[in-house]
Nanobody
Framework: QVQLVESGGGLVQAGGSLRLSCAAS????????MGWFRQAPGKEREFVAA????????YYANSVKGRFTISRDNAKNTVSLQMNSLKPEDTAVYYC????????????????WGQGTQVTVSS
């Protein structure tokens, strides 16, 4: 069993930055691939970024590529999402998840989810 707790959300102006963190419990964290998803009101949950258990492979949605960076610290059991040049359309609840099964891009592929953290970007 893995428990995931997100933090770092908040209100920011367009063009600003936020750093989300996801703290994971469990000794097997370092062997888990991790992902970030987001869900805006009235929309389906969508893929944002993912990272392999080694950190050697990262994946990004086209909408955030070049602006967001996913990273992990296996010694601290955390995965982070650095978000720069934020846009109003980035407003959503952000969730971390672990691990992916057949695909890092599909929410259904993940077993464990955090409770989410709200990110609001004002124009």
């Amino acid at each position: 069993q893995v428990q995931l707790v997100e933090s770092g959300g908040g209100l920011v102006q367009a063009g600003g930055s936020l750093r989300l963190s996801c703290a994971a419990s469990g000794r097997t964290f370092r062997s888990y691939s991790m992902g970030w998803f987001r869900q805006a009101p009235g929309k389906e949950r969508e893929f944002v970024a993912a990272i392999s258990w080694t950190g050697g492979n990262t994946y990004y949605a086209n909408s955030v590529k070049g602006r967001f960076t996913i990273s992990r610290d296996n010694a601290k059991n955390t995965v982070s999402l650095q978000m720069n040049s934020l846009k109003p359309e980035d407003t959503a609840v952000y969730y971390c998840a672990a691990p992916w099964g057949d695909s890092p891009f599909r929410a259904e592929s993940y077993d464990y989810w955090g409770q989410g953290t709200q990110v609001t970007v004002s124009s």
